[in-house]
Each structure stands twice: as C-alpha cells, then as structure tokens.
Nanobody, 123 residues
Framework: QVQLVESGGGLVQAGGSLRLSCAAS????????MGWFRQASGKEREFVAAISGRGSRTRYADSVRERFTISRDNTKNTVYLQMNNLKPEDTAVYYC????????????????WGQGTQVTVSS
C-alpha cells in the first residue's frame, strides 16, 4: 500500500520560510517523479513543483520559481519543498504526489496523492 505523508506545514508571516517534507512508503521511490500541488480555499488544485526520480530535472510553476526549491533524498524516500519569501497568496493545502514521469504533473497523470498539509501565510 502506497502512502505519502506530508509534514512541515503551519502558520508563517509573509516573507518567512517553511520546509515541507513528504515521506513515501510502499513504492520504489527512486522510480517515481515526485512533486507538490496546492489548493487554496475555493480554487482548483494547481501544480507547484516536481522533481525527476534521480533529482536531475525539476519543474516549477511560474508563481513559485526562484522562491521555492524542490529536492529529494532517495536514501530516505523523502521529497522536500523549501519555501522562501512566502506570500499570503501561497496560503493553501499542499499535497505531495507521485507519478511515473515528469510530464504527468502537467497532464494530470498523478498515480498517488498525500493527504495534504496546511500552509497559512499571514500578511
């Protein structure tokens, strides 16, 4: 049974930082592209960032590029999202996701989802 468990969310002031983690189990972690989506209240879920299985390729949404960094540690089956210079518009539930290839994050072909972690940025 595949499980993706997010942690690290919370309340932070604008301009602050948070680091999200997603621990994966039940899958061959290094074979999966991992990524993050977010969903703000009343809005659709949107792509945030993704990283290939070996970590050699990354993709970011324009809204977070140069502020967020995605990384992974295949020895710990964990993917991270370092979020800097947070803005109130970053407030959302952040979901970890696993897919077979990088383009799946653009085409909606995610295989597994986490339960989500709330990030709230106050102004």
């Amino acid at each position: 049974q595949v499980q993706l468990v997010e942690s690290g969310g919370g309340l932070v002031q604008a301009g602050g930082s948070l680091r999200l983690s997603c621990a994966a189990s039940g899958l061959t972690f290094s074979s999966y592209t991992m990524g993050w989506f977010r969903q703000a209240s009343g809005k659709e879920r949107e792509f945030v960032a993704a990283i290939s299985g070996r970590g050699s390729r990354t993709r970011y949404a324009d809204s977070v590029r140069e502020r967020f960094t995605i990384s992974r540690d295949n020895t710990k089956n964990t993917v991270y999202l370092q979020m800097n210079n947070l803005k109130p518009e970053d407030t959302a539930v952040y979901y970890c996701a696993a897919a077979g290839f990088l383009d799946a994050f653009r085409t909606g072909g995610v295989d597994y989802w986490g339960q989500g972690t709330q990030v709230t940025v106050s102004s």
